[in-house]
């Protein structure tokens, strides 16, 4: 994998080319969601979707008993090696040679091109980016653009060489070309293979959605119509059907709706054979976590909003499902080995949770995933050195910051970056580290107790960056919160939120964090919890329930969860009660992927305390993840690395001297980065601002 990403990497026209189509299809899917409730629709597939794993063996048998009845013939496959039998053995049976074949990535899943063509038979990809890849002798770069990791100066070159004559690099020209050659193996062909995005069992019909309209010409010119479908892809009837078309297209491409929707009962012409795939689908459905990846609508929607994939691409991932969704799918579908690869090339961003119509967990499984090969194969000394050497064990790991803040003089720089040469610390060869603090926020506690202050209380959940990197930022926090009426009390008990671990795979470390950490905060009483790390808002509200489901603290866990805010939605609430003195400073603000991933209301909040206070705020434009990540930064340097010059050209080209953000891992990378580049930007976190222009009711 290491090479296939070093390759993407070194590829400026792969990423010009993933760069220019994410940008426009995030503004195309939110024209075409436009005056849509996303959410209902989403709701509504689930449901549908739901229902459809329930009932998978009457819906195969009733789809058969209704396609059969009108002259189709319905065959089973248990696993690839059976599909590509039965489909060689139509044609066999038929006669045919020449075949074409349109919209089917399921064939891709079973590798039906290589079978047919092992058996002396021709076969010629009628979509027109399917055709280039296959003429190139690629896989699919993804499931719905499959030559998107091509430019049109390449595909002139590949057209020149394979069809014989020169070929300019004129798109309107190409596409003519293309047409040419794909209708005449249409016309000329015995048989047309293609999948279905909708088996309806109610009718028996198979529902295919194309922009190109060879799906159409592949199901009606050639005598044989075979379809290769995923068990997956059956619904219980007509209303079903119809949640799903609303869904897909805007996902899949940006538009309200595709050029054309066929709807297919029965054979056009002599015979029509559909192939119910299984090929690891049973035990997907059987499993608790991972069934609802079965709900996935192959849109590519989560590819589109990746920023890993907007890096490197779908040849990346080597297998026919890339991506975050082509990792749980590959681990059921393929080689569970080489999922679990491929589960360490995600970042954790949650941006394809938020836009799959499908509501997919995808990151939950993918760490799923990962932990699958931490339970094979154990983790690797570092993890396991990191983890459950010195993050599990709270005293222990407290203890090291502590000694390591005492070292921080001699570590240090003059900015306060670590003294250390690229070549000790590879990850580090493309942003600055920070020393940890020579006094962390919980030494500046000692001997205070917050249960005498005045004020109402406040839980504070800091998180380690803050409390032993960054001090400074849970220094401000108080003061905020001050201000407004509320004292502030840190459980010392609290240690690592356990969202580390768990993207790693170490789900058993990740517990025992978080039920040490409920344990802590329970003890407190009920008041609020606030924290101004997004990444442990996120694990608080959403991890820590779901890892301690079924114990006794589950529900004790839930009521955390429903406590736990963001500082600066918490300050927005009451901003009211602060006094700023304009601050007249201009500033950017970049959107970590965790306040990103909770609603516009958590988006807007840092945006409106910062103006309040007088800031000039200037945006970037597109809001990209920085490429942090925790531990993701550190074992996909190259990626990483990629990502946050990325980011930096945006917050640099505002103009903009600063740039504040809610969460401190990003100020790591951002502030780490500028060093690296030997400019003088300025990192921090929003509070950092908020307090620096505060005024105090005293003053």
Wanted: with cysteine; charged share 25%.
């Amino acid at each position: 994998m290491k090479r296939r990403v070093d390759d993407a990497l070194g590829s400026p026209v792969l990423r010009h080319a993933l760069a220019d189509f994410s940008a426009r299809y995030v503004k195309m899917r939110k024209a075409a969601f436009g005056g849509l409730d996303f959410e209902a629709i989403r709701d509504e597939v689930v449901a549908v979707k739901e229902r459809a794993i329930s009932e998978r063996e009457r819906l195969q048998r009733e789809f058969a008993e209704k396609l059969e009845a009108k002259g189709g013939r319905v065959h089973r496959a248990d696993d690839s090696a059976e599909a590509n039998q039965i489909i060689r053995g139509i044609l066999e049976e038929h006669g045919a040679r020449k075949v074409v074949k349109s919209k089917s990535i399921t064939s891709e899943e079973i590798r039906l091109n290589k079978a047919l063509e092992g058996a002396g038979l021709e076969v010629t990809e009628t979509d027109l980016g399917e055709w280039i890849v296959q003429l190139a002798g690629h896989s699919p770069s993804h499931m719905v653009i499959p030559a998107i990791h091509m430019d049109r100066n390449q595909i002139a070159a590949l057209f020149s060489e394979k069809l014989g004559e020169e070929v300019p690099p004129d798109i309107g020209g190409m596409v003519k070309l293309a047409r040419r050659h794909l209708r005449r193996a249409l016309t000329e062909a015995d048989a047309g293979i293609t999948g279905a995005n909708i088996a309806v069992a109610a009718a028996g019909t198979l529902i295919i959605v194309t922009n190109e309209g060879n799906g159409g010409l592949a199901t009606s010119l050639p005598r044989i119509h075979i379809a290769l479908v995923g068990t997956d892809k059956l619904l219980p009837d007509w209303p079903s059907a119809m949640s799903i078309l609303r869904a897909l297209p805007p996902s899949a491409t940006g538009q309200r709706m595709s050029s054309y929707v066929s709807f297919l009962t029965g054979p056009a012409l002599e015979k029509q054979h559909v192939i119910l795939l299984d090929n690891g689908r049973r035990r997907m459905a059987e499993s608790p976590d991972f069934r609802q990846a079965l709900r996935c609508l192959r849109c590519g929607a989560c590819l589109n909003v990746c920023p890993v994939y907007r890096i490197i691409g779908g040849q990346a991932f080597s297998h026919v499902y890339m991506g975050g969704i082509g990792t749980i799918l590959t681990a059921f579908i393929h080689d569970r080995d080489a999922a679990c690869e491929l589960a360490k090339l995600c970042s954790g961003c949650r941006a394809c949770a938020t836009v799959c119509p499908a509501g997919i967990d995808i990151p939950f499984l993918i760490e799923k995933v990962a932990g699958l090969a931490a339970e094979e194969n154990g983790l690797g000394p570092i993890e396991w050195l990191l983890l459950r050497g010195v993050m599990s064990r709270r005293r222990a790991y407290h203890a090291l910051m502590t000694s390591l803040g005492k070292a921080g003089g001699i570590l240090a720089d003059k900015d306060g970056m670590l003294k250390i040469g690229a070549g000790a610390l590879p990850s580090a060869d493309f942003r600055a580290i920070p020393v940890v603090a020579r006094e962390s926020y919980r030494s500046s506690l000692s001997g205070r107790d917050a249960r005498e202050e005045k004020g109402e209380r406040i839980i504070f959940f800091t998180g380690c960056l803050a409390d032993f990197v960054y001090p400074e930022t849970a220094r401000a926090a108080e003061r905020l919160l001050s201000s407004v009426g509320f004292e502030t009390a840190m459980p010392t008990g609290q240690g690592c939120c356990g969202l580390p671990a768990h993207h790693l795979g170490d789900a058993g470390t990740a517990r025992r964090q978080a039920a040490e950490a409920v344990k802590s905060l329970s003890a407190e009483g009920a008041e609020p919890i606030v924290t101004v790390c997004p990444t442990c808002l996120h694990a608080i509200r959403s991890l820590w329930p779901e890892l301690l489901a079924g114990t006794e603290l589950e529900s004790e866990a839930r009521r955390i969860a429903a406590r736990a805010v963001g500082i600066s939605s918490f300050l927005i609430a009451r901003a009211d009660k602060l006094r700023f003195a304009p601050a007249k400073q201009k500033i950017t603000y970049h959107d970590s992927c965790h306040v990103k991933n909770m609603g516009e209301g958590e988006e807007l909040a840092a945006r409106r305390l910062l103006t309040i206070a007088g800031y000039e705020l200037v945006e970037t434009g597109e809001n990209s993840c920085c490429g942090f990540g925790g531990t993701f930064s550190v074992n996909q340097p190259g990626i990483s690395e990629k990502m946050l010059s990325a980011r930096l050209d945006s917050l640099s080209g505002t103009g903009a001297s600063c740039a504040a953000t809610d969460c401190p891992g990003c100020v790591l990378q951002i502030r780490g980065g500028m060093a690296r580049r030997s400019v003088r930007f300025l990192a921090r976190h929003t509070v950092e601002y908020l307090a620096e222009a505060l005024v105090d009711s005293d003053d």
